[in-house]
């Protein structure tokens, strides 16, 4: 089906492990964003792509990699978790072309726990 | 970059209009006013988007002054299931902010009956 998925949809991990939060896209979007959501807060943006092998930082880069090797796929890699990365991820996409912002569609989100 | 500032919250009874003001000083030229609704546990979901005077579509209003330094969502008739966190989002994928789409703090609107 067409949309915007993430997996996985739970994850549990520990201190210091190496995590990766997946996000495909069937629109063939060309932006496609990754924003962390606290619990009770509002929206950051972490990381987002322009284009495939165009990525570039948002307000809270610091802990991850992202990577854009096609246009679809655009994960979220955690290197060495820490507590303080305990959320619920987001990822976006969205089309360009007419200089709008356009409507960004939402993936469901993926919770991440760090213990 | 534009931020907005939207109220933290706000109450309001089913059947009333619910009118939501971001302020955002210091939009530019190339930046769009979008307006996102977000349930408990899901992704957020476009509700409308301008750029200047009115707009309007089946489920809200965006009324944008002339200065742009400020828009007001408005919800017609709310409902018990318009209880959600809505934000306010500034920017544009071209000049602009260049895919730096920041969002707000968000106002978390509860409708009672």
């Known amino acids: 089906d067409a949309g915007i998925t993430q997996s996985p949809r739970y994850k549990i991990t520990e201190t210091g492990r190496q995590v990766t939060l997946m996000c495909h896209q069937t629109w063939s979007h060309s932006y496609m964003f990754w924003y962390r959501q606290d619990l009770g807060h509002g929206l950051r943006l972490i990381y987002y792509?322009?284009?495939?092998?165009?990525?570039d930082k948002g307000e809270v880069p610091d802990g991850y990699v992202v990577s854009r090797s096609k246009t679809e796929n655009f994960p979220l890699t955690l290197e060495s978790a820490t507590r303080s990365q305990t959320s619920v991820y987001f990822c976006?996409?969205?089309?360009?072309?007419?200089?709008?912002?356009?409507?960004?569609?939402f993936g469901e989100g993926s919770r991440l726990t760090v213990l | 970059l534009a931020k907005t500032t939207q109220p933290i919250s706000m109450d309001s009874y089913e059947g009333q209009e619910v009118n939501i003001t971001c302020s955002h000083n210091n939009i530019a030229t190339n930046d769009y006013i979008t307006w996102y609704q977000q349930f408990p546990s899901q992704g957020p979901r476009f509700i409308i988007q301008g750029y200047k005077t009115k707009v309007t579509n089946e489920v809200a209003s965006l009324f944008i002054p002339a200065d742009r330094k400020s828009s007001t969502l408005s919800l017609p008739r709310v409902s018990l299931s318009d209880t959600a966190v809505y934000y306010c989002?500034?920017?544009?994928?071209?000049?602009?902010?260049?895919?730096?789409?920041?969002f707000g703090k968000g106002t978390k609107l509860s409708v009672k009956p």
């Open positions: 976006a996409s969205v089309g360009s072309g007419t200089g709008r912002t356009g409507e960004l569609f």
């Open positions: 989002l500034v920017g544009g994928l071209q000049g602009g902010s260049q895919g730096n789409l920041i």
């Open positions: 792509s322009a284009a495939a092998d165009i990525t």
